[in-house]
Structure formats: C-alpha cells, structure tokens
C-alpha cells in the first residue's frame, strides 16, 4: 500500500504564499501522474495542478499564473508552490498520486486564507 504524506498547509494572509508537498512512500517513476486537488466546505473536490512523468502540467483556470506544480522523483515528491492567494483559495488539499496504474490519496491538508 502506496502512502502519500502533505505537508505545508496553514494559515496566509490574502496576497501571501505557501508551499505545498506530497511524499510518496515508494519511487515515483516517470509514468507516474502527480496532482493537487482540493475541497472547499460545501463543495465537491476539484482538480488544481496535476503534472506528468514527462513533465506536461495541467491547471485550473482560476489558478493559473499563481500556482506552480513540480516533482522531484528522486525524493518520490511533488509540490505545488501557491502565490498571490485569496481568501477564495481557502480549502483542504489533496495529494493524489496515479502510480503504477492504481489511484492513491493523501489525508489532506487545510489552507486558509484570511485577514
């Protein structure tokens, strides 16, 4: 059983920054897919950044220009870098990792943006 681990949630101020990571428990190989989602209260989970093994990146609209994904397979993570946040950004986020065929799932981790 594949365990991926977030980190680097918390408490920002509009305009400010956080940074994201997920950990794998095993390699991540270069057919591997790695993604951030998120759910807001009240709504259903939704895709944010993912990034492939060859390194092509998908995104929301609504975060573009303002959250950047990466992966270090070396260190079986990726991360998601999250600037310029607004108070809509507040959520729990969700790693969710596509290895070897099967889907695994972080626990989550809350950002909340707020003055």
């Known amino acids: 059983q594949v365990q991926l681990v977030e980190s680097g949630g918390g408490l920002v101020q509009p305009g400010g920054s956080l940074r994201l990571s997920c950990t794998a428990s095993?390699?991540?190989?270069?057919?591997?897919?790695m993604g951030w989602y998120r759910q807001a209260p009240g709504k259903q989970r939704s895709l944010v950044a993912r990034?492939?093994?060859?390194?092509?990146?998908d995104y929301a609209d609504s975060v573009k220009g303002r959250f950047t994904i990466s992966r270090d397979n070396a260190k079986n993570t990726a991360v998601l870098q999250m600037n310029s946040l607004e108070p809509e950004d507040t959520a729990v986020y969700y790693c969710?990792?596509?290895?070897?065929?099967?889907?695994?799932w972080g626990q989550g981790t809350q950002v909340t943006v707020s003055s």
């Open positions: 969710r990792g596509v290895l070897g065929g099967w889907e695994y």
């Open positions: 990034i492939t093994g060859g390194g092509r990146t």
């Open positions: 095993r390699r991540i190989f270069s057919s591997d897919t």
